[in-house]
């Protein structure tokens, strides 16, 4: 069956949440959002692109940053709601410099910092 | 730090998208939201606890099906708008009795499936 980006759940403000995870060990890198078009540029291109919230543009990812995230797999959830990315990723994912955004865990009802800023 | 889970950011309608991942294979499983008290619930009672957007209503996950999530690490990303829960899940986490809700891939503008009903 041919792939058709408008086929996808999108919100109210035509959004779809996307999952990136590192394609080599499967850590969970990241969680943004892409619209459609968003979608399609990342199929055409191979580089992941999410749509940025807060600057209301495209979000290639790593474009200024170099830390860049090539498309190795592309897969949507069961409710078409949901998108994951399979991605080989260039230096940290966090804007913090950290390899992934989900650095702080909750242990026995403490905050407790898993990974620091790479160098 | 002692976490708060007021602390977290939800959208507008009181929820946070969380992710959950099979703590032993790193399989991405699913997405679905939860609200502050669903994430209060998962922490105390270590049973992943959703809000079910359809049904208005906590979700325990598994708590119909037995295919329940236990928790084996909370954790949340840098902007605290999204959840990374790694689970011991037992059996299909899909509604469609499948592992992963993320069973379909996007390959060379095609819709592929990657994977099979549990039997």
Redesign the interface.
């Known amino acids: 069956?041919?792939?058709d980006a408008d086929s996808l759940k999108y919100n109210e403000n035509g959004l779809i949440?996307a999952?990136a995870?590192d394609a080599e060990?499967?850590?969970?890198l990241?969680?943004a959002w892409m619209n459609a078009e968003a979608v399609r540029k990342t199929?055409e291109t191979g580089r992941v692109t999410y749509w940025s919230r807060s600057r209301q543009s495209f979000w290639v990812k790593g474009e200024s940053s170099g830390h860049v995230q090539e498309l190795v797999?592309?897969?949507?959830?069961?409710?078409c709601d949901?998108i994951?990315v399979k991605v080989r990723q260039t230096g940290p994912a966090?804007?913090?410099n950290?390899r992934s955004?989900?650095?702080?865990?909750?242990?026995g009802?403490?905050?407790v910092e898993?990974m620091q800023p790479e160098v």
Do not use: K, S, W
Request: net charge negative.
């Open positions: 069956m041919p792939f949440p999952i995870q060990n499967g850590d969970v990241m969680m199929l797999e592309f897969t949507f959830d069961c409710d949901c994951l966090c804007h913090t950290r955004c989900f650095y702080r865990a909750v242990r009802a403490e905050v898993l």
